[in-house]
């Protein structure tokens, strides 16, 4: 199996009838949905999104990283988090949306963790640190919007220490048939209203659906992450299926 036939990452973009790469099309996404971007995470998810992040995160307490990079860390919830449960030396955070970034920057000065946490414009596919930097590397719902997923991956390995440990969290698809139907119903019809009527923006939210349907998930994943390299690859399945942990070796 090719990895580079499993997942169209050209396809599924945010703005079906623009001529902009997809990478663009994402950076201009977010940047007009940021204000909304947090509140919208929370009800959308009933605020179990908060529980899941946790579980991601205490994935890396064995390792106690001091330095960790998060990757497409946008408004910085991931990076919060990660610096309230491991206590961290530093967490540099990364992403190509300012719209995001602004927001995460005033949110880490209110909690008083400048001197932790930094958060800069940067590309998950061109990472400007040196290799071997981190000895963590997490990725919230950011690798569904990666261009070119498989270099995306390859960035995050090579800036990792040896031994160090990837961790992704992404929505998936649960495959119990009445979760499913359910599931699918929300995510087409409910979550782009809803996007619409409060972040102004139905398209981003129809974006949502259709990167979650188009992802390669679970062993499909895991399979990526081994032709990419990486080792000890595995993953969780969280509420009946609808969000999943991957974790992953250098």
Partial sequence: MNPMN?????????????TESKKKQVESMFDKIAFRYDFLNRFLSAGIDVGWRKKAIRELISLHPKNILDVATGTGDFAITSY??????????????EGMLDIGRKKIAKSGLE???????GDSEAILFPDNSFEAVTVAFGVRNFE???????????????GGKLIVLECTKPSLPVIKQLYHFYMKFITPKIGKIIAKNNAAYQYLNDSVLQFPEKESFIHILNQSGYRSSFYKTLTLGICTIYCAEK
Avoid: A, C, M
Avoid at 85 to 97: A, M
Avoid at 115 to 121: K, P, T, V
Avoid at 148 to 156: P, R, T, Y
């Fill in 115 to 121: 001197n932790s946490i930094e958060l800069l414009r």
């Fill in 148 to 162: 070119n997923l498989e270099q995306g991956l390859s960035e995050i390995k090579r800036v990792l220490k040896p």
């Fill in 84 to 97: 309230e449960i491991l206590k961290p030396e530093k967490i540099t955070g990364i992403d190509i949306s």
């Fill in 6 to 18: 499993i997942y169209p990452h050209d396809t599924v973009v945010p703005f079906k009838n623009s």
